[in-house]
């Protein structure tokens, strides 16, 4: 490390939060799973274009501080429900990447067992309950799962992500109320990335900021810049602490951008190539998590590079791992459909 | 004259259906999500909005029991809305307004109103899109007195049908099979209809009538073609419309061929397959049978991600000529 950034590290008295509250080396895995999160989805859309994976994925590129920012302060047991666009959520919480690509190649050892694929993957012993293929299908049952908690005294706390599109669902409204009622521990955080599919939200919703629902339903609605790292991680400890402290929910709205087209089907004709090069080139949150970092002292080039070639044996390893693992018997199309019962 | 035929995808069909109802009459108008400059999420809108704009192809937000009800409430009081699913998958969203309000409300203001909606759904498994993309769900809304429920097999009935529905006065709910859209066919130039609640006699044969709903008409129509070369001679019926039922079709088929097999794809318990079956139990068909009525339907699971898995679940090709043949040589 150079003397000059060590010394601002040494004195961390007016960093922003996140560089505060954790551990040099705790900063310097969380870029490793930005990395992890963006190599992982870049060697999923190559296989899907190499005609190794089958169906659609909706890649969360430009997305991955959010995800990180978010699970920050969450402890192993705590839960969280995804969407759609869940690889980075799955990730932050835990999950390994040789186990994704298992899933996405529709095999047994993958997080599902091939039966799932990337629009239900999750990481139930991390604590994923899973993405959804239902916009704003896991609202209610984070809601749940946080009433769970209270009933059973777990101290857990439950975040649910959704995009910008889901808070258009009544299951959105109808599960806030319920959550602010009860005071229960969940955090709602809607990763704005300013459409659902092709309809932006200035289209599809009445008010500007998603956060401002939050005062229908009596709760703190804080709106953060999606695309820095310490933003979001502060805003989620914030909230979590809240949770804990059964004080109830939050609505966190974390603004940012998706790289990609919304799935794999799109020609991308309702946004502009100029607005897209610009969040790529000017707003790419791994980019500005690693300038800060360097700037910083706590991390220089040389660490850049060894996380880089790291996560690159990580993801060649797993895809690796995937295409050696076994495919379902036909045979067992019947299993899991209900509970095994001795 | 007679009107120009020429090839269109079935998904093309739809959509120049779409566009002949609306210039015909000011009152259609399409909304759903994405169905504006994305070209909807099957392409079946296409540029419709270049041609008609946003006021009658609209986008709608996230919302489906909300858009329905907009729909099911503008058909009430006198527009003609077509409203597209982005899946069928999420009219369990929109059961609500589709199942208590727009099926009954004429009947429960006593015939004072009516609901003319169309409603289409993209159906059915085959993409990879796992178990929340893929179900086949027609048979919950054939349930349902008060809608009126089709599955258009091939892209000239997709149109006609399409442009009946919009002439219909009650709601109509067009299932169509995601892996047709593509699926080319005849189609006649200009306004024509395709009735409702008329089934189609696909291919004549004497000894197995199979009656068959969408996709599993052309799986049935190819099992029937090779099954030609040993000599057994398969009647296919295109069921089209499974409420309200051409039962008459089915009946005269089965007296006649004295075999019956329903192949669909949707779950086979509980399904199409025993509606059929039990109407031709109580008609005087019944009399004429020779074996047992066989059903091939989906497996009782919902649909798998993995590609083998999920063919392995509902009836293909090989299935339909191994029933068929068991069936007629009375294995069973
Ligand atoms: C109930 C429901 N309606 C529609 C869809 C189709 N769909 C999948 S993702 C999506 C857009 C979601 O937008 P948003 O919530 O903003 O999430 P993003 O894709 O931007 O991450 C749509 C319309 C769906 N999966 N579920
Ligand atoms: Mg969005």
């Known amino acids: 490390m150079a003397g000059a950034s060590k010394a601002v590290a040494d004195n961390r008295a007016n960093l922003p939060f996140v560089y505060r509250q954790y551990s040099a080396e705790q900063l310097r895995n969380v870029l490793h799973k930005m990395y992890l999160i963006r190599r992982f989805e870049e060697g999923a859309e190559e296989s899907y274009t190499r005609g190794l994976i089958h169906g659609t994925m909706h890649l969360s590129i430009g997305q991955e501080a959010s995800a990180m920012g978010i699970c920050m302060p969450l402890a192993e047991d705590d839960q969280i429900t995804s969407t759609h666009r869940g690889h980075g959520h799955c990730i932050a919480k835990g999950a390994e990447v040789k186990r994704m690509f298992a899933e996405f190649f529709g095999k047994t050892t993958g997080y599902c067992k091939g039966r799932g694929g990337s629009m239900h993957i999750a990481d139930v012993g991390k604590g994923n309950l899973g993405a959804n293929g239902i916009v704003g299908g896991g609202i209610p049952i984070a809601v749940g799962a946080a009433l769970s908690a209270k009933m059973m005294k777990t101290g857990k706390v439950v975040v649910s992500f959704f995009g910008d599109g889901a808070n258009n669902e009544g299951a959105f409204h109808e599960a806030l109320n319920m959550a602010a009622v009860w005071k229960l521990p969940v955090i709602f955080v809607c990763e704005n990335n300013g459409y659902g599919m092709s309809t932006s939200t200035a289209r599809s919703t009445a008010i500007k900021n998603i956060a401002e629902r939050a005062a229908a339903y009596s709760m703190p609605g804080v709106i953060v810049n999606g695309n820095i790292f310490s933003e979001v991680a502060e805003a989620s400890y914030k909230a979590v602490e809240c949770a804990r402290a059964g004080e109830g929910p939050t609505l966190i709205e974390s603004k940012t951008y998706r790289h990609r087209g919304h799935s794999k089907s799109d020609r991308n004709r309702y946004r502009s190539k100029e607005e897209i090069e610009d969040w790529m080139s000017n707003r790419d949150p791994i980019t500005l998590f690693e300038n800060e970092l360097r700037e910083f002292g706590f991390i220089d080039d040389k660490g850049i590079e060894a996380i880089r070639d790291a996560v690159a044996r990580e993801i060649a390893d797993g895809i690796e791992f995937a295409k050696a693992s076994p495919s379902p018997d036909v045979c067992d199309t019947g299993n899991y459909v209900y509970t095994e019962q001795a | ?332």
């Open chain 2, 1 to 332: 004259m007679d009107a120009m035929v020429r090839e269109l995808s079935y998904a093309q069909a739809i959509q120049e259906a779409m566009a002949i109802a609306m210039d015909m009459d000011e009152r259609v108008f399409l909304m759903g999500e994405d169905i504006g400059v994305y070209g909807g999420a099957f392409q079946v809108t296409g540029d419709l909005v270049d041609r008609f704009g946003t006021e009658r192809v609209i986008d709608t937000p996230i919302s489906e029991l909300g858009g329905a009800g907009v729909a099911v409430g503008a058909a009430l009081t006198g527009m003609r809305p077509i409203f597209e699913f982005q899946f069928s998958d999420f009219a369990t969203l929109a059961m609500e307004q589709i199942v208590n309000q727009a099926a009954k409300m004429r009947f429960m203001l006593g015939g004072e109103v009516s609901v003319p909606v169309v409603m289409r759904f993209p159906a059915g498994s085959g993409t990879g899109a796992a178990a929340q993309h893929s179900q086949s769900l027609e048979a919950w809304l054939g349930h349902v007195p008060g809608l009126k429920v089709i599955q258009p097999a091939t892209p000239h009935d997709a149109k006609g049908m399409l442009l009946a529905a919009v002439a219909d006065p009650d709601p109509v709910m067009i299932f169509e099979h995601k892996l047709l859209y593509k699926v080319k066919g005849p189609v006649p130039e200009g306004y024509y209809t395709v009735p409702i609640g008329k089934a189609d006699i696909r291919r004549e044969g004497r000894d197995l009538t199979i009656v068959a709903t969408s996709i599993m008409v052309h799986k049935a129509l190819d099992a029937a073609a090779a099954l030609e070369a040993e000599g057994i001679d398969i009647e296919v019926i295109d069921l089209r419309t499974i409420r309200p039922m051409d039962k008459q079709t089915v009946i005269d088929s089965v007296k006649k061929t004295s075999r019956l097999m329903c192949v669909y794809e949707a779950v086979k318990t509980l399904g199409i397959g025993a509606e059929v079956s039990a109407m031709v139990a109580e008609s005087e068909a019944f009399d004429y049978l020779d074996a047992p009525i066989v059903r091939l339907g989906g497996a009782e699971t919902p649909i798998p991600y993995n590609p083998e898995l999920e063919k392995a679940v509902v009836p293909q090709v090989p299935d339909i000529i191994a029933a068929a043949r068991d069936l007629v040589k009375g294995v069973r």
